[in-house]
Structures are given as C-alpha cells and as structure tokens.
C-alpha cells in the first residue's frame, strides 16, 4: 500500500459528460501529481501541485483542469470527454523535493463510451 | 519525440537466470534515472534509482547500470524470480534543474519469469 488513496476505481461515462478524479496523497507529502495512461504508452505527465499551487504542467488538454485543496488532496476533472479520453488515470505523491520518488495510487480506469 | 524509450515491450526468462531490461534515452540534461514496478491493478512503485554521477547502483537483486556516453540504462535483475512478472517503466529527469514535475517515463517493458 504506497499510501496514497484515488477514487473512484473505474467509470464509466458517456462522450460529452464530465468526470472528477480525486486523490488523496500520503499523510506529509505536499506535492500531488497527475498522470495519463493510454492503451500502448507510457505515463503522461499532466499536471503537479505543491502546497495547493500549481507548480508544473505537462500534456494536458484545456479540458481537463485540476486542483488541490487546503487539506492537500487533489481532484482531476475532465469535461466534454472524448473516446480517446479513455484511460488509467494515476495520481502519485512525494515531500515536493528534488529527485524524489514518487509514491502512486492504484489508479483510476476512465472508460469513455 | 519519445525522449525515453524501451524498445522491448515484453522480455522472457526462466526463474533464477538473469533479466536485463533495457532503456535508451535522447535528452543530455538527463541527471537522474529511475525504474519503476508496476503489478496488474496496481500503480507504480519505485525500484531503484541512480544519479549521472554514477555507472551503477545496486540494491539487493537489482542493479542499475548507466552508459552516460551511450544514453543507455539497464536493470539488472539476478536471480530472477516469478514475483518478479510486471511491468517495468524507466523514467528521467533533470533533476538538477526541477523537481520530481519533470520525470519522463518509457512505455515500459512486461517481464514474465517462468517458474
């Protein structure tokens, strides 16, 4: 159990509609991270926070929008969804420090029909 | 522009033998290189990491070797064992110029030990 908890496991949801992603990091850690897994690719990188800032952001589509909130967890949302939004969606965790390894949750099975 | 690839998607090999995976990469402000674990139905966990200013680190079973000159990295895994299966992501980052935001992951590669 690496600590950090996402809900919820699997959705499924039609084109169009509009779906939030939360995440709750590991107890201390202050920087939350998104990541987008596709069918055959590696991890996306989308978006970071740290400290309820966004700190860094990678391939993520205008879309999709992310935030953390004062108690530190994070909810992805994802709007006017597309079948090629369908994805495993992972939050991770780390103190927020350089060369840190990052802590994942199980991830997210967004399945858009 | 695939900055870091594993050109393997899948590896075989027999339990107790010897498993190297494989990842090349393309960016030369690289610094610090990771290897991730990943089971079904679970997320990645961290494995073993080494800093440029090394050529290999080693932690138990796994070793990570690194070819600066080559832009090539290797896990190690001897001797392999059936708990071993999953899928193994290399990531990279420039660590020196940013946090863990700029992690680049590989495709990732499946190992199978077969008992």
């Known amino acids: 159990d690496s600590g950090v908890t996402q809900t919820p496991k699997h959705l499924i949801t039609a084109t169009g509609q509009r779906v939030t992603l939360r995440c709750s990091p590991r107890?201390?850690?202050?920087?939350v991270y998104w990541y987008q897994q596709s069918l055959d690719q590696g991890l996306q990188f989308l978006i970071q926070?740290?400290?309820?800032?966004?700190?860094a952001k990678g391939n993520i589509l205008e879309r999709f929008s992310a935030q953390q909130f004062p108690d530190l967890h994070s909810e992805l949302n994802l709007s006017s969804l597309e079948l090629g939004d369908s994805a495993l969606y992972f939050c991770?965790?780390?103190?927020?420090?350089?060369?840190?390894?990052?802590?994942f949750g199980s991830g997210t099975q967004l399945s858009v029909l | 522009d695939q900055q870091v690839k594993q050109n393997s998607p899948s590896l075989s090999v027999q339990e107790g033998r010897i498993s190297i995976l494989n990842c090349d990469y393309t960016n030369s402000m690289f610094d610090y290189f990771l290897w991730y674990k990943k089971y079904p139905a679970e997320g990645p966990t961290f494995l073993i990491s080494?800093?440029?200013?090394?050529d290999k680190n080693e932690d138990g079973r796994f070793t990570v070797f690194l070819n600066k000159s080559a832009k090539h990295l290797s896990l190690h895994i001897v001797p392999s064992q059936p708990g071993d299966s999953a899928v193994y992501f290399c990531?990279?980052?420039?660590?020196?110029?940013?946090?863990?935001?700029?992690?680049?992951f590989g495709k990732g590669t499946k190992l199978t030990v077969n008992p």
């Open positions: 926070y740290y400290n309820g800032e966004e700190r």
């Open positions: 080494i800093s440029s200013i090394k």
């Open positions: 991770a965790s780390s103190v927020g420090g350089l060369n840190e390894k990052l802590f």
């Open positions: 107890s201390g850690d202050l920087s």
């Open positions: 990531a990279a980052s420039s660590g020196t110029q940013g946090g863990s935001e700029k992690l680049v």
